[in-house]
Structure formats: C-alpha cells, structure tokens
C-alpha cells in the first residue's frame, strides 16, 4: 500500500517530468524477491489480453487520462534507452493504493480515517485485500503487454499506450483506489 499525505501528492507530476525509475528503486527492493526475470521466462497474453491489445493498435481507440498522455508525449521525447527502462519499470512493478492519511489517527484498534486521496472512500481490509488481488492479476497482463511489445519492437511510447489501454478496461474501484487518472496531480 502506497501511503501518501497532501503534502507529497504532486507524484503524477513529478513521474512525468523526472521519470518512474527513481521512484521503481525504491520499490524494487519490495519486489525484487516476487519478481525475479530470467531468460527461461515464459510470458503469455490472455485471450482477453490479446483481444483488447491486438483491438487496441490505434492510440485513439481509448481515451486516456490527461496525466496519462502527459506521460505518452514524455515518453516520446526521451531517449529511447530511458524511455524503455521507465515503461519496463512501470510494467513490472505492481500497482499501489494512493491513500490519504491526513486526517488519520491511532487508536486502541489500530489506525483509522484514512481514505483514497482520490474519492475519500475509507480503506479497509476488504478494499486493500480487493485491490492486492487484482493488481497482482494486472501485473501479471502488463508485463505480458511489455514483453510482447517489445518483441515485436514497438516503441516504448506505443507500448505504454497498450498498457495504458489495457488499464482504462479495469474496474473504476481499482483505478479510482490508486488514482490512475491522476485527479490529485498538480499541474
């Protein structure tokens, strides 16, 4: 769970002018015992995967958040090398809740009033286990979608794109829970 405060919420921003990687480090020392690529590795598309990648070609088939174009356009004014690294990096790290904690506070059951800087719901077990379950599910289909972008040598702007469809198709709970559409980037 990515734990956030008003004050440190202008992270979409910061990814789109300085890139995901600084950030991926720190997380990839969460991850790097879930999640260790080799060359026997095996990746594979589902058939809904392949349907919405394959349906997907034309950039315009999807309308994506404008933090997420912010990203595309940045992403196709880098270098290539960056560019592919920092799409890599968001393909293979997974998905994390953004939550608010200003208005938490410590008591004998633990933490409470903490809710989703996006829509203000209150995060609970529930939501979280919710939320852990699918994210692991769509990391599993992202890094399917950059490996076989990758192969057939797309662009790391195109292959962003394609993840980035891939990611308007989840449910609007999982995307609002992790503000994906970038409500609270300040711009």
């Known amino acids: ?26 997380l990839n020392s969460q991850v790097q015992n879930a999640i260790t690529p080799t060359s026997s ?8 995967a392949t349907a919405n990648s394959n349906s997907n070609d034309n950039a315009n088939d999807v309308t994506l958040p404008p933090i997420q174009q ?14 592919m690294q920092t799409v890599q990096d968001v393909a293979t790290n997974p998905d994390s809740e953004l939550v608010n904690i200003s208005h938490a506070t410590f008591g004998p059951n633990g ?26 599910q769509v990391l599993t289909q992202k890094t399917a979608i950059f490996e076989q972008g990758k192969a057939e040598g797309l662009s790391a702007g195109q292959i962003y794109t ?9 449910p609007q709970w999982y995307l609002q829970q992790m503000d994906w559409n970038g409500s609270t980037a300040q711009t």
């Not at 910061?14 to 480090?25: D, H, I, N, R, V």
């Not at 394609?162 to 989840?170: P, S």
């Open 41 to 48: 590795t095996i990746v594979t598309l589902s058939s809904a």
């Open 70 to 83: 912010q990203i595309i356009n940045q992403l196709n004014n880098s270098s290539p090398s960056w560019a």
């Open 162 to 170: 394609k993840i980035q469809d891939y990611m308007a198709t989840q």
């Open 111 to 136: 933490i409470q009033g903490v809710v989703y800087t996006n829509n203000g719901e209150p995060v609970t077990s529930q939501s979280s286990a919710q939320f852990a379950t699918l994210a692991q």
């Open 1 to 26: 769970m990515q734990i956030e405060n008003n004050v440190f919420l202008n992270f979409p921003n910061q990814y789109a002018t300085q890139g995901f990687s600084a950030l991926s480090k720190s």
